[in-house]
Antibody
Framework: EVQLVESGGGAVRPGGSLRLSCAAS????????MDWVRQAPGKGLEWVSD????????SYADSVKGRFTISRDNTKNSLYLQMNSLRAEDTALYYC????????????WGQGTMVTVSS | QSALTQPASVSGSPGQSITISCTGT?????????VSWYQQHPGKAPKLMIF???NRPSGVSDRFSGSKSGNTASLTISGLQADDEAVYYC??????????FGTGTKVTVL
């Protein structure tokens, strides 16, 4: 079964850091681009970051650029999001999502991991 | 990076057809044939319904169809069913491997 499982969320103070992980299974992880998408409580989807199949190309939303770093380890079938200098507005459910093969759409999503930034 | 514009809500009776619009700019929706649509039920992860403007993933009902004209994309749901009640988001490639989502549309089945 194709599956993405996120972990690493939790409560953190403003200015703090967290590292999210996403474990992939059921498909050849290195064949796919991967992204992080977040959803603040009661709000819509917001694209956060993208990484290509080998980690050689990354992109970020302006709202997180310079604070978040996306990475992947194809030997461990894992995707990561290092989040630094966290702000209250980063509070959200963070989804890991797979880009469809040769597509720009997200065909597989995890269930999300919640990040709460509060003093 | 402003979101794509969608109507807040759309409703219809069972069996009817409804259409949700998604308006962007020439830098996203109008500039690429990489528009996608997602269905999200409460408490669930989004599900891909349409990719590349009008293509359906395997397993998605042919009652869902997508199109695009200029800077506006559309999702049509025909033969509306109770389980179609959900929030729908459009998404588009924007450039330099960035993406943008729509504001979301709540579909209500009357």
């Amino acid at each position: 079964e194709v599956q993405l499982v996120e972990s690493g969320g939790g409560a953190v103070r403003p200015g703090g850091s967290l590292r999210l992980s996403c474990a992939a299974s059921g498909f050849t992880f290195e064949d796919y681009g991967m992204d992080w998408v977040r959803q603040a409580p009661g709000k819509g989807l917001e694209w956060v970051s993208d990484i290509n199949w080998n980690g050689g190309s990354t992109s970020y939303a302006d709202s997180v650029k310079g604070r978040f770093t996306i990475s992947r380890d194809n030997t461990k079938n894992s995707l990561y999001l290092q989040m630094n200098s966290l702000r209250a507005e980063d509070t959200a459910l963070y989804y890991c999502a797979r880009k469809g093969y040769l597509q720009e759409a997200f065909d597989i999503w995890g269930q999300g991991t919640m990040v709460t930034v509060s003093s | 990076q402003s979101a794509l514009t969608q109507p807040a809500s759309v409703s219809g009776s069972p069996g009817q057809s409804i259409t949700i619009s998604c308006t962007g700019t020439s830098s996203d929706v109008g500039g690429y044939n990489f528009v996608s649509w997602y269905q999200q039920h409460p408490g669930k992860a989004p599900k891909l319904m349409i990719f590349d403007v009008s293509n359906r993933p395997s397993g998605v009902s042919d009652r869902f169809s997508g199109s695009k004209s200029g800077n506006t994309a559309s999702l049509t749901i025909s033969g509306l069913q109770a389980d179609d009640e959900a929030v729908y988001y459009c998404g588009s490639y924007r450039s330099s491997s960035t993406q943008v989502f729509g504001t979301g549309t709540k579909v209500t089945v009357l």
